[in-house]
C-alpha cells in the first residue's frame, strides 16, 4: 500500500527528549544575540514569529537581514552530538525491516543530515536526503517544499507516500497533499488521527 516514506530528521530519527535540539537551539540565540545583536528579551518571540511567518529562523534571517546560508546553519550546528545522542540498534533494525524506499526531509543542511545519520549509523538505509537548499526558495511547513520532495523523488503524486514529522503543522499540510501524515510525539492537544509516541512504532501505522 505504502511505497515510500520520507523521514524528518531532528526529533524524529533520535528522541525529542535527547537534547540536541534545546542545543541547536541555544547556538540559534546565540546568533541571534551575538551576530544580530538582538537583545534577549525579543529573541524567543522572533524565532516564534519566523517560525509562523516564514517556517524557520533562517528564513526569517535572510528576509530581514540578508543572512548567508552557510555560514548560520554551520554556526548553529557547532555542537557536539555524541553529548546527546546515543546509537540505538531499535532504529537500524526498523529502518532495515521496512521495504519500502526511504528517504530523509529536513529543514537542516546536508552536513547537519549526514553528521547525525552517520552517528546513528543509519545513513545505509535512505536512498537520499532533502535538506533546506534542495527545498529552496521553500521550507517545511510550506506546502510547496513538498511538492518539491515529490518532485526530487520522482513521483507525480503522493499516492503511498508516508510523512512523519514531530511538528504538526509540517505533518497536517503533507496530509493535505495527499501524504500519509504521521505525527511522532504524541500530543495531548491535539486530535490529529495519526499520532505515535516515538518511531519504533510506525509498523502500527503501516499494517
Not at 535527547?18 to 525579543?42: D, P, V
Not at 543530515?113 to 526558495?137: C, H, K, S, T, W
Request: charge should be negative; hydrophobic fraction near 40%.
Amino acid at each position: 500500500m505504502y511505497n515510500t516514506l520520507f523521514f524528518d530528521l531532528d526529533n524524529t530519527l533520535y528522541p525529542a527528549d535527547s537534547g540536541l535540539w534545546e542545543a541547536i537551539g541555544l547556538r540559534i540565540e546565540s546568533f541571534l544575540k551575538n551576530e544580530i545583536k538582538m537583545q534577549e528579551e525579543e529573541i524567543t518571540t522572533f524565532r516564534l514569529d519566523c517560525r509562523k511567518k516564514y517556517g524557520t529562523a533562517l528564513q526569517g534571517l535572510k528576509h530581514l537581514y540578508q543572512v548567508d546560508d552557510a555560514y548560520y546553519l554551520k554556526y548553529v550546528h557547532d555542537v557536539n552530538l555524541s553529548d546527546y545522542l546515543r546509537k540505538d540498534g531499535r532504529l537500524s533494525a526498523l529502518l532495515d525491516s521496512l521495504p519500502q524506499r526511504k528517504i530523509v526531509f529536513t529543514n537542516s543542511d546536508i552536513n547537519h543530515a549526514r553528521n547525525v545519520l552517520g552517528f546513528l549509523d543509519v545513513e545505509r538505509y535512505f536512498e537520499f536526503i532533502i535538506d533546506v537548499n534542495q527545498q529552496a526558495p521553500y521550507v517545511k511547513p510550506q506546502k510547496e517544499s513538498f511538492s518539491k520532495a515529490l518532485e526530487l523523488a520522482g513521483l507525480k503524486s503522493a499516492d503511498g507516500c508516508v510523512f512523519l514529522d514531530d511538528h504538526l503543522p509540517s505533518v497536517q499540510n503533507a496530509a493535505d497533499m495527499g501524504f500519509l501524515g504521521v505525527l511522532i510525539g504524541e500530543d495531548a492537544e491535539s486530535d490529529y488521527p495519526y499520532q505515535i509516541a516515538d518511531i519504533f512504532r510506525l509498523p502500527e501505522i503501516l499494517k
